[in-house]
C-alpha cells in the first residue's frame, strides 16, 4: 500500500480543534488497513507569525511544496488585527495558494436530506442537491495589470483592475470541470458574460472548443453569470459542475454555500497543475475561517474539515471508496440526530466537536 504525505497545517481559532478530528479518522484508515498516511505538522497564520514573525516559514512552505497534499484548518483572528499587512495571517494562505500554483478550487454544494430544513430555500428545492463549482483561483480581475488607483490631477482618481485570460488558463480549467463531471452527472455549465466583457467571449470559444476536440462526450452548456446566480436560487438541482472564472466564482461559491446550511458543512479543494504521472500539487480546507467566536469551547462543527479530507482521498489518492465511505458516515451521524450548534435546527441537543468526530468515526467503524 502507498503511503501518502500530508501536511497538516491547523492554524487558528478552531483550526487546530476540527484538525484534531481529521487525524482521527486518518489514524483510523491507517489502523484499518484502508489507506496509508504520513504526516508532520507545521504553523500557519497568527500561530506562526507568533512562533516566526510571518505567516509561513520557508521550511513549511518547503514542506508544502514536497508533501502530497496540504491539509489545512484556518487562520486569522483579533489577536493579529493590527500585525503588518504582509505578514498578517491570510497571507500564509494566499503564499500556499500562489507558490504551489493552486489554479483550480474545487467547492461542493451538497445538502443532506437531515438539514435541508436549515437551508434559507425551501426544503424541495435543496433536498438532495450536490453540484460542484469549479473557480478559476489564480488569473482575472484580482490578478490582473493594471491595477492601481490614479489621481487624476482634477479632484478625481480613477480605480482600475484588469480582467485578464489567456487561452491556456481558459482550457485548463475547463479540463478539470470535465474530467470532474465524467466522474458525477456528466453534465458542465461554463459562465461568464460574454455579452458585455471580451474575456467572456474567449472563455466561451476556449471552452466550446475544448468540449468539442476532447470532451463532446460530455454534456455542456452556457449560462450569463448573472442568469446562472438566478437560477442557483431559483431550481439549483439543474447544475452538476459549474465552471467559471476567478469574480464570478467567487460570488456563485458563497450563493451555493448557503442553499446547504451552515458554513461549518462546506469542504474545498485547491489544485494545481497535473505533472508528467498526472500528480498535482493541493490543498485541502474547509470554506468557514478561525471562528474565534467559538475557538476554544469544543463548538466548532468539525463536517467541513473532515469532508475536506475526504475530497484529499477522492482527488489527490484516488481513494474514491474511502472518500464515499467519509460522506456516507457524516450522512449516516446526521440522519441519526446528532447535532453541532451550527446546525442545531429544532434538535433539542448538542454535542461537541469532540464527540460529532466520535461519531463520525462510529460510523467509519460500521460501515467498514
Ligand atoms: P468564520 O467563517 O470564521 O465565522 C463565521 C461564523 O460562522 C461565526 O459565527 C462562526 O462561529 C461560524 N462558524 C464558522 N465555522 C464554523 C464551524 N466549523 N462550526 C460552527 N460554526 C462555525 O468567518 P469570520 O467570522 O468572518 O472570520 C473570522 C476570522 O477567520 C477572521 O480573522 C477571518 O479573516 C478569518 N477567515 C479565514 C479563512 C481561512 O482561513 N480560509 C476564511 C474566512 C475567514
Known amino acids: 500500500m502507498a503511503t501518502h504525505n500530508l501536511l497538516l497545517l491547523p492554524g487558528d481559532g478552531i483550526g ?36 516566526h514573525g510571518k505567516a509561513i516559514s520557508e521550511s513549511d512552505m ?95 482618481k480613477r480605480g482600475i483592475d484588469t480582467q485578464v485570460y489567456d487561452t491556456y488558463e481558459i482550457e485548463r480549467i475547463g479540463r478539470v470541470a470535465f474530467e470532474l463531471a465524467r466522474k458525477r452527472g456528466n453534465k458542465v455549465t461554463s459562465s461568464e458574460k460574454r455579452n458585455v466583457m471580451k474575456s467572456g467571449v474567449l472563455w466561451h470559444e476556449v471552452i466550446t472548443a475544448l468540449h468539442k476536440r476532447d470532451y463532446a462526450d460530455v454534456q455542456l452548456d452556457h449560462m450569463l453569470a448573472d442568469a446562472l446566480g438566478m437560477q442557483l436560487v431559483r431550481w439549483p438541482k439543474q447544475f452538476d459542475v459549474i465552471v467559471t472564472d476567478n469574480l464570478f466564482g467567487d460570488m456563485l461559491s458563497d450563493v451555493a454555500s448557503m442553499l446547504t446550511g451552515s458554513l461549518g458543512m462546506l469542504p474545498s479543494a485547491s489544485l494545481g497543475e497535473a505533472d508528467k504521472n498526472g500528480k498535482r500539487k493541493a490543498m485541502y480546507e474547509p470554506v468557514h475561517g478561525s471562528a ?17 479530507f475526504g475530497m484529499a482521498l477522492r482527488y489527490s489518492f484516488n481513494l474514491g471508496e474511502a472518500a464515499d465511505m467519509v460522506d456516507k458516515a457524516i450522512a449516516n451521524v446526521l440522519d441519526a440526530g446528532l447535532r453541532t450548534a451550527d446546525i442545531k435546527g429544532n434538535a433539542t441537543s448538542t454535542v461537541s466537536t469532540v464527540q460529532m468526530g466520535d461519531a463520525i468515526l462510529a460510523a467509519l467503524q460500521k460501515l467498514k
Open 292 to 308: 474565534p467566536d467559538i475557538a476554544g469551547k469544543g463548538l466548532a462543527n468539525p463536517i467541513a474539515m473532515i469532508a475536506s
Open 62 to 156: 518547503k514542506l508544502a511544496m514536497d508533501c502530497d497534499a496540504v491539509i489545512f484548518g484556518a487562520v486569522g483572528g483579533p489577536k493579529w488585527d493590527a500585525v503588518p499587512y504582509d505578514v498578517r495571517p491570510e497571507a500564509g494562505l494566499l503564499r500556499l495558494r500562489k507558490d504551489l500554483a493552486l489554479f483550480a478550487n474545487l467547492r461542493p454544494a451538497i445538502c443532506y436530506p437531515a438539514l435541508a430544513d436549515d437551508s434559507s430555500l425551501k426544503r424541495e428545492i435543496v433536498e438532495g442537491l450536490d453540484i460542484m463549482i469549479v473557480r478559476e483561483l489564480t488569473g482575472g480581475v484580482y490578478f490582473g495589470e493594471p491595477k492601481e488607483i490614479i489621481d487624476l490631477g482634477n479632484g478625481q
Open 16 to 51: 487546530p480543534e476540527v484538525m484534531a478530528e481529521v487525524v482521527k479518522v486518518a489514524d483510523w484508515m491507517g489502523k484499518e488497513g484502508i489507506a496509508s498516511f504520513e504526516s508532520e505538522t507545521g504553523l500557519v497564520g497568527g500561530a506562526a507569525y507568533d512562533a
